[in-house]
């Protein structure tokens, strides 16, 4: 009998070769049979390799299977639109159908950020082109969002607004606090996180509004000759506070680097947004701050999110990455007023 996930293959494989001929119009050679798991995420989207040809060399593409009951395709291909406009690596999307859920798009090969770092022995020195490569992508993107005349022109992105990110960050105290570290808490504590979600989306609103990958982090930007990164999965993309791309990227929830390491990292894509005339802040300790408050509140979606992939969707392997965004939360919370009580929270479920 056959899984739901092999019948999509099946359906896969037939729109392929429905897709053949229009393929071949423009250059592309498939071979239906050839279909291989790539990669899946933390979604209900998979993705294959398809091996190919393109001017007589041999070459593959990505097929996206996204059910549509489940997922929409669309927004990853306004997206994907988008950011090849702004002059980024975004995939080339070939054929796309969005009643049956498929997508054939450009295949980055099989090196993420995450994977180089490693081969590199996760050493600084020889990771810092890589992030340098990835400040000036982010630059480039913010910068052409903020040169479209509003927000329809920019892919109709929704508002990143505070009720989303409050949405966000209850999922610490409605996931985290009651599956994973169960803490019975107190009128008080619970006053406590009401005050501190403000003060934390206070300092996050009052950023200035830009273009927000959401997931700008080492196992989304792939490593490639030509124009890297390739950036991927950017499909919930947002109108939202300038500094939150950089901190998915300096603070990944994936990879772990020292403070000093992200500080000179931050001040290379901070000089790169001034050069650029974006509207961050003109001092860089203001800026750090800014980096450092939204980091929290990413922390804060992440444990609860984490800790939900874990109990309700069966995927227990990102409970591994849950101690370093724990970390950050609380080393974050300990140097800023305000935030005492709620690193005390934190500490207690360690």
């Not at 989303?164 to 808490?185: C, G, N, Y």
């Not at 001092?283 to 999110?305: A, H, N, T, Y």
């Not at 069966?314 to 965004?325: A, C, I, S, T």
């Amino acid at each position: 009998m056959n899984t739901p996930e092999d019948s999509r293959r099946i359906l896969a494989e037939q729109w392929l070769h429905q897709q053949a001929s229009a393929l071949a119009e423009v250059g592309w050679f498939v071979d239906p049979a050839s279909l291989t798991a790539a990669s899946s995420d933390a979604s209900f989207r998979r993705y294959f390799r398809i091996r190919g040809e393109k001017s007589k060399k041999s070459m593959s593409l990505i097929l996206m299977d996204a059910p549509p009951d489940k997922e929409s395709i669309g927004p990853f291909i306004k997206i994907a639109t988008l950011l090849r406009q702004a002059g980024v690596n975004a995939p080339n999307i070939w054929r796309h159908d969005a009643s049956q859920g498929f997508l054939l798009c450009d295949d980055f090969g099989a090196t993420t950020y995450a994977a180089a770092i490693e081969s590199r022995r996760r050493d600084a020195t020889a990771c810092t082109p890589l992030y340098r490569d990835a400040h000036q992508a982010l630059v480039s993107f913010q910068h052409f969002s903020l040169q479209q005349p509003s927000a329809s022109e920019v892919a109709g992105l929704a508002a990143y607004d505070r009720n989303k990110m409050l949405q966000e960050m209850q999922l610490f105290d409605q996931w985290f606090l009651v599956h994973h570290r169960p803490i019975a808490l107190s009128a008080s504590d619970r006053e406590m996180l009401v005050k501190t979600y403000d003060l934390i989306l206070d300092a996050c609103q009052a950023q200035p509004v830009t273009l927000v990958h959401r997931d700008y982090h080492s196992r989304n930007l792939m490593l490639t000759e030509h124009l890297n990164p390739g950036i991927l999965d950017f499909q919930d993309a947002v109108l939202g506070p300038i500094s939150y791309d950089l901190v998915s990227l300096l603070r990944d929830a994936y990879i772990e680097w020292p403070e000093e390491v992200q500080l000179d990292w931050a001040i290379d894509y901070w000089e790169r947004a001034r050069k650029a005339k974006l509207p961050i802040a003109q001092d860089f300790s203001d800026f750090w701050r800014d980096f450092e408050w939204m980091g929290l509140q990413r922390q804060l979606k992440v444990l609860g999110i984490f800790c939900r992939l874990n109990v309700r969707d069966g995927k227990p392997n990102y409970l591994n990455d849950m101690p370093r965004v724990h970390r950050a939360a609380i080393s974050t919370c300990r140097r800023y007023q305000g935030l005492g009580p709620l690193a005390k929270l934190l500490e207690r479920c360690v």
